[in-house]
Every structure is written in structure tokens, then in C-alpha cells.
T-cell receptor
Framework: DGGITQSPKYLFRKEGQNVTLSCEQNLNHDAMYWYRQDPGQGLRLIYYSQIVNDFQKGDIAEGYSVSREKKESFPLTVTSAQKNPTAFYLC?????????????FGPGTRLTVL | AQSVSQHNHHVILSEAASLELGCNYSYGGTVNLFWYVQYPGQHLQLLLKYFSGDPLVKGIKGFEAEFIKSKFSFNLRKPSVQWSDTAEYFCAVRSYNQGGKLIFGQGTELSVKP
């Protein structure tokens, strides 16, 4: 089955620890995205990557980091600098160029900081 | 500030009632428009999209949306809702003036009473 997988589904972290969320896609999409979803705020873009070895900051990049070493993988690290990391994190991918724009989403990772 | 605005945070309807969820955006230039739905415990998935052509767009599960350029609106409609339509609905806009990023509204939670 083609799609996007995120792991783990639930993640608990102690304050001051970094944690990495996994996102893998087998859709052969060039572009990948990380969003944060909070109640009443919709989805806010953290980072995005339109091609391997390149990525750009989104609207709320502070306290997060990413890498894009492979086309199918776009891991997100939530660092200890992120002041309010408890949230639901969604990864997405899309084709780039042309009529691109439709994004396909993974099932999400719910991060809780204890 | 440029944004995507969904008018209702929570809508409660009885089965068979008609639905209209408002979405307005403030970006100029060429836009692509989307409605996504998030059923309880499921992935965010695409309901419908508008790129060009007929401004009345039909999507899955009997949903439709109308793009009114002069009003910067893309309202979602369904003539008769079912209990299974209970979900959170997100409007999203891809503005070429904003580097092609997808900007989401705050979301509208729809509860349909059987």
C-alpha cells in the first residue's frame, strides 16, 4: 500500500529532552511537510522540504529541526528549546510543480511532555 | 495579516439538516483551494479541491464547495448530513504569492446528532 507512515503514534518526553519523530512515504513525492495541530488553531507549518538535501522553515520553526537525506524520509526533532512541545504532529507529502498542492497526510504522532 | 478564516468553530446539526461551512481567505493572486476532513481517529484526508475552471466543485461523500473570487470565499456545503459526517473540517489555501505553501484555517468541528 502506498502512503505515509509516522512513528510512534504516542510519545512521552521529559522536559529538557530532545525527541525525534519519524515520517516515511512511499508515494515517490518530492515535497514533504511537518505540521503541528493544536485545538482551535488548525494546522501550522513547522518545516517543509521540496527536494532532498534542502528544507525551509515554516511559520513556527523555532525549537524544531529537520533533515532530508533521503527522498522518502523527513524526520522531525523536537528540541528542548521548544517551549510548548505538547501537541499532535502531522507529516504530509505532495508532488511538486504543476498542479501540485494536494497534500497527503500521515496518521500523526501525539507528543506529550511530562 | 493574510490568513484563512473559518467562521464557525463548532457546528451541531441533526441528521438530514443542510450544512454550510464558511471559509474566507485574504491572499491575492492565483490560489488553489482545498477542504480536508479529519474523522475521529483517522488521517486527515482530502474532501475536494479547486484549481481552475468551474467554480462549483464536487467532492467525495456528497460534499461540494463554491469558489467566489470576488468574495475570497470557498464555502463547503452538503444538502443532507449524516451522523457519519461528524468530523473536523479544515479549509486550506495555496497561494502562489506565499511561495506555494498550504495555509490552513482553524478548523470547524461538526457534530451530527442521530
Amino acid at each position: 500500500d502506498g502512503g505515509i507512515t509516522q512513528s510512534p503514534k504516542y510519545l512521552f518526553r521529559k522536559e529538557g529532552q530532545n525527541v525525534t519523530l519519524s515520517c516515511e512515504q512511499n508515494l515517490n513525492h518530492d515535497a514533504m511537510y511537518w505540521y503541528r495541530q493544536d485545538p482551535g488553531q488548525g494546522l501550522r507549518l513547522i518545516y517543509y522540504s521540496q527536494i532532498v538535501n534542502d528544507f525551509q522553515k515554516g511559520d513556527i520553526a523555532e525549537g524544531y529541526s529537520v533533515s532530508r537525506e533521503k527522498k522518502e524520509s523527513f524526520p522531525l526533532t523536537v528540541t528542548s528549546a521548544q517551549k510548548n512541545p505538547t501537541a499532535f504532529y502531522l507529516c504530509a507529502s505532495s508532488n511538486s510543480g504543476g498542479r501540485a498542492g494536494e497534500q497527503f497526510f500521515g496518521p500523526g504522532t501525539r507528543l506529550t511532555v511530562l | 495579516a493574510q490568513s484563512v478564516s473559518q467562521h464557525n468553530h463548532h457546528v451541531i446539526l441533526s441528521e438530514a439538516a443542510s450544512l454550510e461551512l464558511g471559509c474566507n481567505y485574504s491572499y491575492g493572486g492565483t490560489v488553489n483551494l482545498f477542504w480536508y476532513v479529519q474523522y475521529p481517529g483517522q488521517h486527515l484526508q482530502l474532501l475536494l479541491k479547486y484549481f481552475s475552471g468551474d467554480p462549483l466543485v464536487k467532492g467525495i461523500k456528497g460534499f461540494e464547495a463554491e469558489f467566489i473570487k470576488s468574495k475570497f470565499s470557498f464555502n463547503l456545503r452538503k444538502p443532507s448530513v449524516q451522523w457519519s459526517d461528524t468530523a473536523e473540517y479544515f479549509c486550506a489555501v495555496r497561494s502562489y504569492n506565499q511561495g506555494g505553501k498550504l495555509i490552513f484555517g482553524q478548523g470547524t468541528e461538526l457534530s451530527v446528532k442521530p
